[in-house]
């Protein structure tokens, strides 16, 4: 059989949730499917292969798709939107419905470009991946012309991540980002819709109500709204307990969870969230948002604390920094919670689809 899938998304150098699905997805099917044939679609500009290729996969350029393929039995398109070529069944995946929500999350831009790539994929009848029961319920509720056709499919954990405890690189790592003794760790887009500002909320609380120094590294890119972020710490005089150190190399990433106290992922809105279960395979206990995609992902291997409490997200800080039982309780589950994701599972129930609606 013959399938496609755009990867695009997989292409980039400092790659973000979904970059990272699609190229872990396109790496586990290397491995695992020798007998079907594959064409990774890319951009019409030079791109750099990021995959050591097997005999059944080619890439193929965006230009003339119609006339330089055959008739596809599956094409995949696993960022929102389907290429634009001829296949007997579609497959699109859709990560979350952030752009349907009226809060600040993206700019109106970006928003109504999301926006209109998730109706066209409702509208087109194909079938849809989620990358969570959550997203699978919001559509299911929000769209009820989806019902029956959604398989959901979770995120697996990259096998290179593990808890680093050789001195030398650890040593390494924290002299090259010029990391605090101690820390508390935030890894993803620094954006409106992460609610960093509430957890920036938090170590002020913690330094102005007990006199405690917890520092704070946030890890990731700017996304929007982090203006607002850089605003809050130099107004709130937090720039000694906050450290901004922006995307980083996954080598040195896995480092610097293995460095750090405690994981806090605050998050308003997630489709997912692959750093809670990279966080939790280097064991760090985690502090997440009680949105209904945590308690999905971490169930009781995590702490969690409504949204926009700040008390209670310090409290919680307060606990596991102080309470060596019940950190080692929570690093214990969330360990045994990450091996249940496998980027080569993943892609085995992403192969089952293709094969089977072709059939």
Known sequence: M???IDIKAALSIRKSGIGNYVFNLVENLIQIDNKNEYYLIVPNSIFKNPFNLTSNFHFKNRYNLFTRLKILDVVHGPDFKLPLTIAKKKIITIHDLASFSDQNFMSKKF???????VIRAIKSKSIIITVSNSIKNQLENDFPSTRGRIINIHHGINKNITFVADEKFRSFVKSKYNLPESFLLFVGNLENRKN???????????????????????????????????????ENNLVENVKIIGWIE?????????????????SFYEGFGLPIIEAM????????????????IAEDAAYFFSTTNV?????????????????NILVKKAMERSKYFDWNKTAKETLKIYENISD
Do not use: M
Not at 111 to 117: A, F, G, P, S
Not at 209 to 217: G, H, I, T
Not at 282 to 296: F, M
């Open 2 to 4: 013959k399938f496609a």
């Open 111 to 117: 928003k109504e470009l999301t926006k209109e790539k």
């Open 196 to 234: 960093i500002i509430t957890l920036l909320k938090a170590i002020k609380y913690l330094r102005d109500e007990f006199r405690s120094s917890y520092k704070l590294v946030l890890v990731g890119k700017g996304g929007w709204g982090f203006e607002s972020i850089n605003k809050f710490i130099i």
């Open 250 to 266: 996954d080598k040195d990433l896995y480092i610097i969870y293995s460095l750090a106290e405690l994981f806090v992922f605050p």
């Open 281 to 296: 395979k280097c064991k760090l206990p985690v502090i997440l948002s009680d949105i209904p995609v945590h308690r999905e």
């Open 311 to 327: 008390e209670e997200l310090a409290h919680c800080i307060l606990l596991l920094i102080n309470d060596e039982n019940q950190k």
